[in-house]
Nanobody, 125 residues
Framework: VQLQASGGGLVQAGGSLRLSCAAS????????MGWFRQAPGKEREFVAA????????YYADSVKGRFTISRDNANNTEYLQMNSLKPEDTAVYYC???????????????????WGQGTLVTVSS
């Protein structure tokens, strides 16, 4: 099983980026998928998560109204659209998947079984 995150890069404050996370090896259509981020010297923090069918979505307060999580189960892929980016959004962004089907959204990293390798987002001021 592999999660492959992509789409990071360097962007100016106020700009946008779209991250993608392609899963292979198994389907996650019934599983919660999420995004976390980790800035240098800081703990990994929750960004957003979405249930298998997309019916429930949860965002961290710091990104609410600016980021949008979505998924395409036909292609086993999740996305994170990031708008109005700020320098404090600079971090390595990780996609993750809960190993339990039909689970509820969780915000702690240890509650996710599968992880992508991370993609770096740098927002310049």
């Amino acid at each position: 099983v592999q999660l492959q995150a992509s789409g990071g890069g360097l962007v100016q404050a106020g700009g946008s980026l779209r991250l993608s996370c392609a899963a292979s090896g198994r389907t996650f259509s019934r599983n919660v998928m999420g995004w976390f981020r980790q800035a240098p010297g800081k703990e990994r923090e929750f960004v957003a998560a979405i249930t298998g069918g997309g019916g429930s979505i949860y965002y961290a307060d710091s990104v609410k109204g600016r980021f949008t999580i979505s998924r395409d189960n036909a292609n086993n892929t999740e996305y994170l659209q990031m708008n109005s980016l700020k320098p404090e959004d600079t971090a390595v962004y990780y996609c993750a998947a809960d190993g339990r089907p039909y689970g509820s959204i969780r915000s702690k990293p240890e509650e996710y079984e599968y992880w992508g390798q991370g993609t770096l987002v740098t927002v310049s001021s």
